[in-house]
């Protein structure tokens, strides 16, 4: 029998199709709402222009607004490229961690796991894109460390929920015992290469999306059992 990967209580129904978990979430405010709508404009500049030549004058015009109400919730562009890291990484634990505690084997969560994790990336494209590409634009631009840090703890944070339930799977026999570290590295890099090949094609049913998220979570799951 596979060993559960901890003892908090989730069906294993709710394993197999975890989508209901980004509709049960509370419905943002208004300034919640405020800030997304920027930030989504910012994306579309920032994929448009590169982030360099990008300006808060390009970002209003996207959002077809003032740049007052930019500066309303902003004081500069990279505070924008910041809180786009950090909504993508609220998306991910908020609906990946949860997953990581699911009663079972480990092989049901990492799949799970997995997933999620390509559902996030496909329901919300432009921002994960921005997010997981803007890295060293980060790095280069923000010289306010605390933040950098903080993106950079979120990040390693994220990865220790997946090295944990590899570590539970190679534990119970179910995963191929080999680094952990570099196993989770390049699970979620397969994971994260979604970004380059996905296409939005007009109207992309939630069951399109979950077909191709089933596809790579049972490829990921394939890829670390023995």
Request: net charge neutral; glycine share 4%.
């Amino acid at each position: 029998m596979n060993k559960p990967v901890t003892k908090n209580a989730v069906s294993d129904d709710q394993s197999a199709k975890p989508a209901a978990t980004s509709r049960t979430r509370a419905r943002p405010n208004r300034n919640e709402e405020g800030r997304l709508e920027i930030l989504l404009a910012a994306t579309e500049a920032f994929m448009r222009l590169g982030y360099a030549r990008a300006s808060i004058d390009e970002i209003a015009d996207q959002l077809n607004a003032t740049k007052g109400r930019i500066y309303h919730y902003y004081r500069k562009k990279s505070d924008i490229l910041i809180d786009i890291h950090r909504h993508v990484l609220d998306l991910m634990l908020t609906q990946v961690a949860p997953l990581a505690r699911i009663e079972g084997s480990a092989s049901e969560a990492i799949r799970a796991m997995s997933f999620r994790h390509a559902m996030v990336i496909m329901e919300n494209l432009a921002l994960t894109r921005v997010a997981l590409l803007s890295t060293t634009d980060l790095l280069v631009n923000e010289k306010r460390e605390r933040f950098v840090d903080e993106i950079s703890n979120a990040r390693s944070d994220y990865e220790g929920l997946f090295r944990t339930v590899i570590e539970a799977g190679m534990a119970s026999g179910e995963f191929r015992t080999v680094n952990p570290g570099l196993l989770t590295k390049t699970l979620l890099g397969s994971l994260n290469w979604t970004i380059m090949w996905y296409v939005e094609r007009g109207q992309s049913s939630a069951d399109t999306r979950e077909e191709i998220a089933d596809v790579i979570a049972d490829f990921i799951l394939h890829g670390v059992s023995k």
